[in-house]
């Protein structure tokens, strides 16, 4: 496993859409662990894969300590509901925490790292977290929300 260089809000790849992700192999496992010890390292909830520079549909979150991270391979939302208002800051965008209007409530679908397909319901910090990283495999950082705020 190795610590990989979290790309900063102005590189081109964070602005990209990622491609879906076609198989799961040697390659791709290494990809993940090396984004669970970077989130880790970096004190994160999450990374997405552009955010090092990959450009594929894939993000690590772990926001309840002690149970581990999670891995969402091509994620797609399902439904949103609700909404709550909190502070939000990135890895990518350091040094900025501001307040972000998000679902309350998210039900997602995507694919583990052992290749099983799996529907998750998440609430509040869960929802949150799964909506802030979902949006960067299309090039969305959570900053974008703040024009509008």
Do not use: W
Not at 24 to 35: A, P, Q, T, V
Not at 78 to 94: N, R
């Amino acid at each position: 496993m190795a610590i990989r260089n979290i790309r900063i809000n102005g590189d081109e790849i964070l602005r990209k859409k990622s491609k879906k992700v076609d198989k799961i192999d040697k390659r791709l496992l290494e990809l993940i662990n090396d984004m669970i010890e970077t989130m880790y390292k970096a004190d994160g909830v999450g990374l997405a894969a552009p955010q090092v520079g990959i450009l594929k549909r894939l993000f690590v979150i772990d926001v309840y300590d002690g149970e581990g991270p999670m891995v969402f391979i091509n994620p797609e939302i399902l439904e949103t509901k609700g909404t709550q208002d909190g502070e939000e800051g990135c890895l990518s965008v350091p040094g900025v925490n501001e307040n972000v209007v998000r679902p309350n409530y998210v039900k997602v679908k995507a694919i583990n790292e052992k290749g099983e397909e799996f529907i998750l319901e998440g609430e509040e910090l869960l929802a949150r977290a799964i909506c802030h990283e979902n949006e960067h495999l299309d090039g969305v950082l959570f900053i974008d929300h703040l024009k509008s705020n």
